[in-house]
């Protein structure tokens, strides 16, 4: 165990840190908000801590299970949305986040302002580039219902590529008199808008989730 004023300038540290992160991760109405990470930057700084103190071959598995027990947390931020993934950007920053709070109870200082810099960089700075590239090549999910109609899906494909559009079928089914069809498609965000109106004014089209 540290001395107690060590203690309170490390535990004022993890605060600083945490918070920070936490702050934009709150921001941005992300799952694990402010509280969430401070709280596992604490934990993280703790668990280090008390390893540390521990004598023997015990305190390294402490540390290890640290990296564990986070993935658990981890895992619980990610969810499947149609054919996207959410939530893997906010589960990477509860991973930094404890290797943060791992550092500092291992006093290493400078290792942590550091990659606090660099961590707040990649979250609020690349996230423009991130638009910038999901304008270039934005993926969605189209499902449309129609009266069936033989080849009408492979119609609506073309329609796609007519757009330079890119895409996977996804599901196609036939209810009754109706063929429902839905595809992963991508490209620009300029010809997805194109295609979506090309759809919507589709008088044959019965149903159109976009």
């Known amino acids: ?23 934009e991760r709150e921001f941005f109405n992300k799952s694990a908000g402010f509280r969430t990470i401070i709280l596992i930057c604490l934990g993280s700084y703790l668990f280090s801590i008390f390893s540390i103190s521990i004598s023997g071959s015990t305190n390294d598995r402490i540390a290890s299970n640290i990296v564990t027990g986070i993935g658990f947390i981890g895992a619980g931020v990610i969810y499947k949305d149609e054919n996207r993934i959410n939530g893997i950007t906010t589960a990477a920053t509860i991973w930094a ?31 423009k580039l991130e638009r910038v590239i999901d304008k270039i090549n934005q993926s969605r999910v189209y499902k449309i219902i129609s009266p069936y109609r033989e080849d009408l899906l492979t119609e609506y494909e073309k329609r796609i590529k007519d757009y330079n559009l890119r895409f996977k079928r996804i599901k196609q089914t036939k209810v009754g ?17 194109q295609f979506v109106d090309s759809i919507l004014h589709d008088p044959t089209v019965k149903e159109f989730e976009f």
Not at 102 to 121: H, K, N, P
Not at 177 to 191: H, M, Q, Y
Request: proline content about 3%; glycine content about 10%.
């Open 177 to 193: 008199d109706n063929i429902l069809g839905s595809w992963l498609v991508l490209g620009t965000e300029k010809a997805h808008k």
């Open 97 to 127: 986040t404890a290797a943060l709070g791992m550092g500092v109870a291992a006093s290493q200082y400078l290792i942590v302002v550091i990659s606090t810099t660099v961590i707040l960089a990649a979250l609020l700075l690349l996230t």
């Open 1 to 23: 165990m540290p001395p107690i004023d060590v203690f309170l300038k490390q535990l004022a540290l993890v605060m600083v840190v945490g918070g920070l992160i936490g702050a």
